[in-house]
């Protein structure tokens, strides 16, 4: 039998908004859509299903709001203001305020913040209000405080720099501590893995190329609809790193799509829930709209080193992710995800609902989005020094074998408080100060240095930025470290007086 | 079944679980203690049928112990179900189930980890 004559399904965008109005449109979310595209192929899909939805939940840091206050009497030019004490910037106009979500509060730090206070509009919570002002022949008043629910601001806009990123590295964490992150809590020695991202779901994963979504898209955004207005910050498509800037009435948002969060001893955030409804124009769409979390790869990412440029450890899929268990150096590590694959689903069938219904019309953007985009370093031009340049070289070692007379003597010729203690060949193995000496004199017990030593003593390596120093000082309230080389031997030591020298230099 | 000893003042330095294992022949495993100078809390793992033996032979030696039936509760209007407590859990109490976290409280020893961990604030342990 020959096959029919093989032509390219298409249909008009103006067409599916048609079947939308008179209640004939087929929907499907991006969860179901793989299966069925294998199952007819990309024609047999084009020509059965009409719209693709999708959806993510997750935290979205790079978000904020546009809150207009309307005019006081007598009026005031707010310069400053304190939304429930979590601060606006209020450099812009009169009563015009951006609130950030990851702004902390002044009374509750970061437990209580921007995040925190837009859940509590959306929930129907009043706010307090102070706002203070320069005092100018127009606006004369200084300062201000009042309470306001969401109806009270004229507009309340959010527009948020970079959302629904396409995918997202997957963290762990290499070093000896546990590290408190905007990926959560990381276990030491790669303890676990987690990732955020809705994988099969994510609405840039599943047109990565912008065949549909561009500038004008019409969107999901936690509840209401809103809009693209164009590539987000950072938007890296080339790397498949995409994101979106979006904007929306915060009015028509609901608190089952925005919530504040907190991550512990990193700061507030905001999860979002964003879905972004795709017609199947063509077979190009089909075929993009059938990705499966097997498809779409990530690397998992070493947070123990605190860098710029993390070490990537190995390339693996959201399958992989969600499977709940990898291999990283032949062991089996835990992963569990930030973002609520759970809540991204409900995203993507609220919206299916509301397209099915004809309360969701797709837009034809105005222009695509591009196709080049940027996420380069930071230009640094006041280059900060690193460890080595700093340290001091002469350092004395010991071995844990000599005795508590001997590491006194030392300790007062010497210039240092601390002696590294080192094994025979070098490497270090714990540390000894003269506060442990005392210590050890004064309970009048143990000669050798090895029993009364520090075992766990942190270190850095000669070409680690000066702020790493100082930030491991202040966790650990510590005041000098060996440094390291690559084989973990011996050849500096720094310590806080290197790092004030260096501040009071700066002045 | 777990129990939550709390060790008074004064008793921290007798063998207590030696001394109560070797009574009761139970095959305890201790998950959890954090001790200092003068006072302790062990959370203990023990057999059922050994839980009532072991529960008053600590009694017996001036030690509070207290059955943990739901050592960790949820606010279910906090919970987004993220799943941000499931690989950080020591004892695998949270889990996944067509992407709902569960919780089996049972396996809890209160160490605290998803009380942080948690971005939503959603979890509380029950102290006693």
């Not at chain 1, 009026?75 to 902390?104: C, R, W």
């Not at chain 2, 049928?49 to 030690?63: H, S």
């Not at chain 2, 941000?84 to 020893?109: H, L, M, N, Q, Y």
Request: with cysteine; proline share 5%; hydrophobic share 40%.
């Amino acid at each position: 039998m020959p096959t029919p004559e093989k032509f390219v399904q298409e249909k008009s965008l103006a067409e599916i908004n048609e079947r939308i109005r008179d209640g004939s449109v087929r929907v499907v979310t991006a969860e179901e859509m793989p299966d069925l595209v294998d199952e007819l192929g990309p024609a047999g899909a084009v020509r059965e299903v009409d719209v693709v939805t999708t959806g993510t939940f997750g935290a979205m840091c790079s978000s904020g709001v546009f809150l207009n206050l309307g005019h006081s009497d007598p009026p005031i030019k707010i310069s400053k203001a304190l939304l429930n004490k979590v601060e606006a910037y209020g450099g812009i106009a009169a009563v015009d305020l951006f609130l950030g979500a990851t702004q902390p509060s002044e009374d509750r730090g970061i437990e209580y913040g921007g995040a925190h206070v837009m859940e509590d509009l959306i929930s129907g919570k009043q706010i307090e209000v102070d706002a203070f002002g320069a005092g100018t022949d127009c606006y004369p008043q200084t300062e201000l405080e009042t309470s306001l629910r969401l109806e009270d601001f004229n507009q309340a806009i959010m527009v948020n720099p970079r959302n629904a990123y396409q995918r997202y590295n997957a963290a762990t964490n290499s070093a000896d501590q546990t590290m408190y992150t905007y990926m959560g809590t990381l276990l030491p020695r790669f303890g676990n893995i987690h990732y955020s991202g809705s994988g099969v779901l994510s609405p840039l994963s599943n047109d990565p190329n912008f065949d549909y979504i561009g500038i004008g898209t019409r969107i999901f955004l936690a509840g209401a609809q809103g809009y693209v207005m164009g590539a987000g910050t950072q938007h890296n498509p080339q790397n498949n790193f995409s994101t979106l800037m979006v904007t929306g009435d915060m009015k028509k948002m609901n608190n089952r799509f925005l919530r504040a969060a907190t991550f512990h001893k990193y700061g507030p955030s905001l999860y979002l829930g964003i879905g972004i409804p795709i017609p199947i124009l063509n077979e190009k769409l089909a075929r993009s709209t059938a990705v499966r979390d097997r498809d779409i790869t990530v690397p998992v990412v070493d947070y123990g080193i605190a860098r710029r440029d993390r070490p990537s450890l190995k390339m693996v899929s959201y399958e992989d992710l969600k499977s709940g268990m990898i291999e990283i150096n032949g062991k089996e590590v835990s992963t569990s995800s930030l973002s609520s694959f759970h809540v991204a689903r409900d995203v993507a069938l609220t919206l299916k609902q509301q397209v099915e219904k004809g309360e969701f019309l797709l837009s034809s953007a105005v222009e695509p989005l591009s196709r080049v985009g940027s996420s380069r370093p930071m230009k640094q031009t006041k280059e900060s020094p690193n460890v080595g340049d700093v340290m001091s070289r002469d350092v004395v070692t010991v071995h844990e074998d000599i005795g508590v007379e001997e590491a006194a003597r030392l300790i007062v010729s010497g210039s240092f408080d601390h002696l590294p203690v080192i094994s025979r060949d070098g490497r270090l193995m714990g540390i000894i100060t003269a506060w442990d000496i005392s210590k050890a004199v004064a309970g009048g017990k143990s000669s050798r240095i090895g029993d009364i030593m520090t075992r766990r003593v942190y270190s850095v390596k000669a070409d680690e930025p000066i702020e790493l120093a100082a930030r491991t000082f202040d966790t650990h309230s510590i005041s000098a470290m060996p440094v390291v080389d690559r084989d973990n031997k011996v050849i500096g030591m720094i310590t806080s007086n290197h790092l004030s020298r260096l501040f009071a230099r700066r002045r | 079944m777990k129990l939550m000893l709390h060790v008074a003042p004064g008793i921290v330095r007798y063998p207590l679980i030696a001394s109560v294992i070797l009574e009761t022949n139970a095959l305890v495993n201790i998950e959890r203690a954090s001790i200092d100078a003068v006072s302790g809390e062990i959370v203990l793992e023990v057999p059922s049928e050994k839980c009532l033996e072991v529960k008053e032979a600590f009694e017996r030696r001036g030690v509070k112990v207290v059955p943990l039936e739901i050592p960790v509760i949820r606010d279910e209007n906090e919970c987004v179900h993220c799943g941000a407590c499931v690989s950080i859990c020591p004892t695998g109490t949270f889990r996944f189930e067509d992407w709902r976290v569960v919780a089996d409280s049972g396996k809890c020893i209160q160490c605290g980890a998803c009380i942080t961990g948690c971005p939503q604030r959603a979890l509380k342990l029950v102290l006693k």
